[in-house]
């Protein structure tokens, strides 16, 4: 089964609208991570934002924040305010504590932004 | 920001041979690194973990006479690929976990094969 799902493989947006990239995950582990990354075309990973599973409250940094739903097993990424730079692909992904702490990634998706 | 670095970054090899890839951990001790690979407009799928001093953990379905690891030191991972042929043609990245368990990732090596 599909640990991590981006439902979404290509969003277009308006530059300097919102938008969010969905993702959706499987763990019966209660201490997790769920972390997201751009990829622009360079193929560098840039870390993003990060989710605990025990964090109480959602996760912001800067224009990107974190809609986590744990009772929906979900973790979708917000980007406000959308621009140029930000197109490239996303990828949400998920560490398990009890497995050794590798990523596991989801298929990603690619946000287009439209000038 | 911790820095992981990766060489080379673009590698063409005949099929056949062998290529090496390093990641360093530059201004950190990394006990962990990982390998990815990624195939073109996919996701990043886990090959291997590496502990240092110890042997691999590879995923199911990567062949560890193919993609041998060695983690020689704190700050220092290699990925051979030996007898390449063009179906490894890929971009391989690495990551390297510090200390506080946050994880590093290189930037990426892309190896094609002829």
């Known amino acids: 089964a599909q640990k991590i799902t981006q439902t979404q493989p290509g969003m277009f947006v308006q530059e300097k609208e919102a938008v969010t990239l969905d993702c959706t995950y499987d763990t019966s582990d209660p201490s997790y991570g769920l972390f997201w990354y751009k990829q622009p075309s360079s193929g560098e990973m840039i870390f993003l934002i990060y989710q605990g599973s025990y964090d109480q409250q959602n996760a912001t940094e800067g224009r990107y924040s974190l809609n986590f739903q744990k009772a929906r097993k979900s973790a979708n990424l917000v980007i406000s305010a959308s621009q140029l730079g930000d197109s490239a692909m996303y990828f949400c992904a998920m560490r398990e504590e009890h497995q050794g702490g590798k990523l596991i990634f989801g298929q990603g998706t690619e946000l287009s932004v439209k000038p | 920001g911790a820095v992981v670095s990766q060489h080379p970054s673009r590698v063409i090899c005949k099929s056949g041979t062998s290529v090496k890839i390093e990641c360093r951990s530059l201004d950190f001790q990394a006990t962990t690194m990982f390998w990815y690979r990624q195939f073109p407009k996919q996701s990043l799928m886990l090959m291997a973990t590496?502990?240092?001093?110890?042997?691999?953990?590879?995923e199911q379905g990567v062949e560890k006479d193919k993609f041998l690891i060695n983690h020689a030191s704190l700050t220092l991972s290699t990925l051979t690929v030996t007898s390449a042929h063009p179906e490894d043609s890929s971009f391989y990245i690495c990551s390297a976990r510090d200390l506080e368990n946050v994880q590093f990732f290189g930037p990426g090596t892309r190896l094609t094969v002829l």
């Open positions: 590496s502990n240092e001093g110890s042997k691999a953990t590879y």
